[in-house]
């Protein structure tokens, strides 16, 4: 492939990393990540709800993974809330999981910056080491999308089998006892995804570009020849 395309290739796959770096930052700090409809149960029992009459005992949350806020609905009236994971509810989420869904999601920043300047770098520039040429391209953007995929399956089993909706809904709420109605995915989350799928798109531009995929070398291939693959 002529030298020229190859540098289109590469700008392309670096601008996308950058654009998913900025992404993946903007989404975790903002409250977007989850938003669910919670039913005062308590209140409904009482007074034996039913049908349009559940509408005055169902809320909402929404939140990220540092804050969030919600309304509290028993019957006499809505009940704004705020609160933050740090430290509001150390007690009630499980914290381990959580934190280490802030800390990939970090990680990810930082490799998807690091690829952002590999990328650059390869377009612009005259690599001639493995961790400079595609196999180190290759790399990051496998990795990087990992990445990505743990945070969401992480954030995934903490909202779905841990019930944290239900978790942030019942803290502090000694005589009501809330239910989680519904859970859907907002925005934040599915930036994630996009940023995860862009990831692996990328892997597919290397090749694109003219590079083979890692597993696809012969084994029998000698050490001179794997040398001058990775250089160009």
Request: glycine fraction near 10%; hydrophobic fraction near 45%; charge should be positive.
């Amino acid at each position: 492939m002529p030298s020229q395309q190859k540098k289109i290739i590469f700008c392309t796959a670096g601008i996308l990393s950058f654009v998913c770096a900025l992404g993946v930052v903007t989404a975790l700090g903002t409250p977007f990540w989850i938003k669910a409809t919670i039913l005062c149960k308590t209140g409904a029992l009482l007074v034996n709800a039913s049908g349009q009459e559940l509408h005055k005992f169902t809320g909402e949350v929404q939140y990220g993974l540092f804050h969030g806020e919600g309304v509290r609905q028993c019957g006499l009236g809505a009940r704004p809330f705020r609160f933050s994971f740090f430290p509001d509810l150390l007690k009630a989420i499980p914290v381990s999981i959580h934190v280490n869904v802030i800390l990939f999601g970090t990680i990810l920043v930082l490799l998807t910056m690091v690829g952002t300047a590999f990328f650059m770098y390869n377009a612009f520039g005259k690599p001639f080491e493995a961790l400079h040429g595609p196999l180190g391209l290759y790399l990051l953007s496998f990795i990087s999308g990992s990445c990505g995929c743990l945070v969401m399956i992480l954030f995934a089993s903490e909202v779905k089998i841990h019930h944290l909706s239900e978790k942030i809904a019942n803290y502090k709420e000694g005589t009501y006892a809330y239910k989680t109605q519904t859970e859907k995915y907002t925005t934040s989350f599915w930036v994630l995804f996009i940023c995860f799928f862009v990831h692996f798109l990328n892997g597919l531009l290397i090749r694109l570009a003219g590079f083979q995929f890692p597993f696809a070398k012969s084994k029998g291939t000698e050490t001179t020849n794997v040398a001058a693959d990775l250089m160009y």
